[in-house]
């Protein structure tokens, strides 16, 4: 199972908004609704941002947001803070009943 | 408050075996699925396998299929990982998670993991 694609690196300045992609196939990102996106800060453990494509955990600011279109699921990123700047990857359960992680995003706050 | 506690890293030869363990408390363990989610230095995450809440349905992937298994004994609310044959691009942060939905058979996400136990593989 290959990962799935992210952009290496997402930049944005305090207050605006940024996305970031991650592209699968039709056996995982395309297949099902069990997206994920994981928000990780250096040295820590993954945390849970959105799950099932656009849902929040408790606790989650609404300013993440999450989509899907075909094989590419998208997390969004609004009124961007200085805490925000981390790793962030996606992950999606595949029809072999496994998950499989995205290649990861770092996201730098300018 | 629900906690996971990952131990049983350390440092092993190649070939080598190892167990980790995840002692969970804080939720009805049983009823969750699980899984061990592992992340080499630097690198991005990648799923290792996941069991369903009864312990009946396990998963891996391709990379552990054969070498790894992965169990639980839900009388002690304690998440297991047996690592045969080990390998050096085996080493790793391993992280126990606990998916978010209730009674699911498989593991679609993780909505609490633990702190992670190193695990190195080197002569």
New interface residues.
């Given amino acids: 199972q290959s990962a799935l694609t992210q952009p290496a690196s997402v930049s944005g300045s305090p207050g605006q908004s940024i996305t970031i992609s991650c592209t699968g196939t039709s056996s995982d990102v395309g297949g099902y609704n069990y997206v994920s996106w994981y928000q990780q800060h250096p040295g820590k453990a993954p945390k849970l941002m959105i799950y099932e494509v656009s849902d929040r955990p408790s606790g989650v600011s609404n300013r993440f947001s999450g989509s899907k279109s075909g094989n590419t699921a998208s997390l969004t990123i609004s009124g961007l803070q200085a805490e925000d700047e981390a790793d962030y990857y996606c992950s999606s359960y595949t029809s072999s009943s496994t998950n499989v992680f995205g290649t990861g995003t770092k996201v730098t706050v300018l | 408050e629900v906690q996971l506690l990952e131990s049983g890293g350390g440092l092993v030869q190649p070939g080598g075996s190892l167990r980790l363990s995840c002692a969970a408390s804080g939720f009805t363990f049983s009823s969750y699925a699980m899984?061990w989610?592992r992340q080499a230095p630097g690198k991005?995450?990648?799923?290792v396998s996941?069991i369903s809440g009864s312990g009946g349905s396990t998963?891996?992937?391709?990379s552990v299929k054969g070498r790894f298994t992965i169990s639980r004994d839900n009388s002690k609310n304690t998440l297991y990982l047996q690592m045969n044959s080990l390998r050096v691009e085996d080493t790793a942060v391993y992280?126990c998670?606990k998916t978010?939905s209730l009674y699911s058979s498989?593991?679609?996400?993780?909505?609490y993991?633990?702190?992670?136990t190193l695990v190195t593989v080197s002569s």
Avoid: H, P, R
């Fill in positions: 899984s989610v991005g995450l990648e799923w996941g998963f891996y992937a391709d992280y998670a978010y498989s593991w679609y996400g993780g909505d993991w633990g702190q992670g």
